[in-house]
């Protein structure tokens, strides 16, 4: 089924994420960690349709999406970047595999912490948050998503990795600055306990390179959380 959404606000996340807030249909609801399929309810471009998570939590009485912009593909989410309050999206009904089983750790690459936002808001909501752990990579401080909020709600469980500068100077002992992807040694170096739940969202080389060391370090394969 397809709903035709008014957007009823537009916030600059990062200077290039923005959070969409769209009017909610009655009796629709999603899981924590789900997506759909979005489109822009325009001529032209309804049928051009991508894959967005849910950052709203069920019980909101608003849909929201926080939405990476790549101006340089000039596809959808450039046309997104256009869109004012008013303007309609087309969304499907909710899917996806990443669900909340339990407390563990979360890995996040860039735009890929979208499924986590929703499942740490609720938990935070239910006071649930208990020992889970996030740790988001990204190239830059300027790139993190939700920096604020994420710290509020986790405080030292939230670790940043930054990976394009290894010698920014840092005081902070939860930002680790590193050149390139996170390695094996350095997730041995933050966790101590690989017998937990581990979910996994980012880029595809990301999430191959993360899953293959948890296995490598000791993690069952039916506690590793993933879209598959």
């Not at 303007?87 to 735009?111: C, H, M, Q, R, S």
């Not at 010698?167 to 040694?185: A, L, Q, S």
């Not at 191959?208 to 000791?218: A, H, N, P």
Request: proline letters at 5%; charged letters at 25%.
């Amino acid at each position: 089924m397809k709903y035709s959404l008014r957007i009823l606000g537009i916030k600059q996340i990062t200077h290039d994420v923005k959070q969409f807030t769209l009017q909610k249909p009655g009796g629709f609801s999603h899981i924590p960690g789900q997506a759909t399929e979005v489109s822009i309810d325009k001529d032209g471009w309804r049928d051009a349709t991508r894959p967005f998570t849910f950052t709203s939590v069920p019980d909101d009485d608003t849909i929201e999406f926080t939405i990476k912009i790549y101006k340089d593909h000039g596809g959808v989410t450039n046309q997104l970047d256009t869109l004012k309050i008013g303007d309609k999206l087309l969304i499907g009904d909710p899917w996806g595999t990443i669900e909340y089983k339990g407390e563990g750790v979360f890995l996040a690459g860039g735009a890929g912490i979208t499924p986590f936002i929703s499942i740490f808001r609720q938990l935070y909501r239910d006071g649930l948050l208990g020992g889970n752990m996030l740790i988001f990579s990204n190239k830059s401080e300027g790139d993190i998503i939700l920096r604020e909020e994420f710290t509020r709600i986790l405080g030292n469980n939230f670790i940043n990795v930054i990976t394009n500068n290894k010698n920014t100077p840092n005081d902070n002992p939860y930002v680790y600055h590193i050149e390139g992807f996170i390695y094996k040694t350095f997730l041995k170096m933050l966790i101590d306990d690989f017998t937990q739940n581990f979910y996994v969202c980012g880029p595809p080389a990301f999430n191959d390179s993360m899953l293959k060391y948890l296995k490598e370090l000791g993690a069952e394969p039916e506690a590793l959380v993933f879209e598959k």
